[in-house]
């Protein structure tokens, strides 16, 4: 029985694993971070990198451990003792959520998963801390998503409002939960008017109401079912079901074939699912019936390129830069389908465009550094790395690409750490480690 049991557990948890990858490649590719390989430099490219979680420090960690001492409000000496095995298992599934707080600090479904476990081991201040701090996450992220909704709505642009929605009704859900939590466990403490206070506090959340004029003004021209079907389709998308949302998406165009972000989000998920040629299809048909979305340029630019229709592919790039001067993916997608070309000129141009529109952008430093390693202009590949890294810290391809540019600069000493913090962050490199025993011999030292 115990067997079959923890079959089942591990079988629900790798589908759990597989659906939050799906969600998180989608999310790359609404937020357009597509990143192409830098072969002709025979470095990596970025991708995987910028996916790196980033592992708190040990002593955060270990606050999340640091159980609260007892005090009179804890009522744990009337709780009911629980099995040493069960207590076991609590132990164990906190030290797990904390390891994954570590690496996503600002998701309130973490701290309310946190502190259920707490409040079953009994611990209810600890509980406390972990729903309050859900709560206080859930209000910054809602009011964070209410000041975007809100620009994207003003600039009619419903594919990401529609997003937005959806993350902000998944943030909704937590934020109520964490308070319904907290009401039970100051029901459990015999605090009845904290207990009416987070009941309130749920009573006060964004009003359907609300949530609706908001609805209404992103499925603008669609019908009743239309509009239905549509949203459906969003929430599977947004949750990793892709078949699913894709066949809602098209029950949706049936009943209404001429509704652009229809065939926007029907190319977006057949681009996730890798089926790019009916992702160029339907991404033809979203911007026949909206030429001037830059969006839908830069994501059928990315499925002609994923068939291999570099000229086409570059077109699109070049349409969506038009549209949107400002829009750094295309600019970084077009930076790197030159590169990829050996355009070496017109993809330092397209990188320069793309940090000029997004000085924060990692791969855009990383990419444009590896084109001045190309051409031998060393000072400002040291530079352009330097401020990849500085921006993502665990960027392997930036490490190992300045590292390049030390070792082919005659700058042996200085290389080895970088060689050495690339291999630590991607194994898979395996040239670092022989790029070391090079720049140990070339250097002339005995070993480093």
């Known amino acids: 029985m115990t067997s079959q049991t923890q079959t089942s557990n591990n079988s629900q948890e790798s589908r759990q694993k597989s659906r939050l990858l799906i969600v998180f490649a989608f999310a790359l590719l609404l937020a357009s971070v597509p990143v192409l390989p830098l072969k002709f430099l025979g470095i990596p490219g970025p991708d995987g990198d910028l996916n790196l979680a ?9 606050n999340l451990f640091n159980k609260p001492k007892p005090t009179k409000r804890a009522s744990a000496a009337t709780a009911p003792v629980k099995p040493a095995s069960e207590v076991e298992l609590l132990d164990q599934a906190a030290k797990q959520l904390a390891v994954e707080i570590s ?28 729903f309050q701090k859900a709560v206080e996450l859930g209000r910054q992220k809602l009011a964070n998503a209410s000041t975007t909704l809100k620009s994207q709505l003003a600039q009619n642009k419903r594919q990401e409002a529609s997003e937005t929605l959806i993350e902000q009704s998944s943030t909704n859900v937590e934020l109520a939960a964490a308070h319904s939590n907290l009401a039970r466990i100051y029901e459990k403490l015999g605090e009845q008017d904290k207990v009416v206070a987070e009941l309130n506090q749920l009573n006060a959340l964004t009003p359907v109401a609300e949530q609706a004029n908001i609805h209404n003004k992103l499925t603008a021209g669609m019908n009743a079912s239309t509009s239905r079907l549509f949203m459906n389709a969003q929430t599977l998308m947004a949750s990793g079901f892709l078949p699913e949302a894709i066949k809602k998406y098209q029950q949706a165009e049936l009943v209404s074939p001429n509704v652009p972000i229809i065939h926007q989000q029907l190319g977006l998920a057949n681009l996730l699912i890798q089926n790019h040629a009916e992702a160029a299809r339907e991404l033809e048909r979203a911007a026949g019936l909206d030429p001037r979305n ?37 600019a970084l997608n077009l930076g790197n389908i030159n590169s990829a070309g050996g355009h070496w000129s017109a993809a330092e141009t397209a990188y320069r465009r793309a940090i000029a529109a997004d000085a924060h952008s990692a791969v855009a430093h990383n990419n444009l550094a590896a084109i001045y390693s190309m051409e031998g202009r060393y000072a400002k590949t040291f530079e352009a790395f330097q ?62």
């Not at 980033?54 to 270990?62: N, V």
């Not at 309310?112 to 081991?121: A, C, H, M």
């Not at 291999?308 to 830069?321: P, S, V, W």
């Open 294 to 330: 830059a969006d839908i340029h830069n994501n059928l630019g990315l499925a002609y390129q994923a068939q291999g229709y570099t000229g086409k592919a570059r077109h699109e790039f070049e349409t969506a830069l038009k549209l949107k001067p400002k829009l750094a993916t295309a």
């Open 387 to 448: 401020k990849a890294i500085a921006i993502e810290p665990k960027m392997a391809s930036a490490h190992y690409g300045l590292g390049l540019a030390y070792y082919n600069s005659g700058k042996y000493i200085a290389s080895i750490p970088e060689f050495r913090q690339a291999a630590a962050l991607n194994p898979s490199l395996s040239d670092a480690q022989a790029k070391i025993d090079a720049a140990v011999r070339k250097s002339g030292q005995n070993s480093l």
């Open 54 to 62: 980033s592992i708190g420090s040990l002593p955060w960690i270990q």
């Open 103 to 130: 690496r996503s600090p600002s998701d309130p479904a973490l701290y309310n998963r946190l502190g259920l476990i707490y409040s079953g081991l009994g611990e209810l201040d600890a509980a406390e801390a972990q």
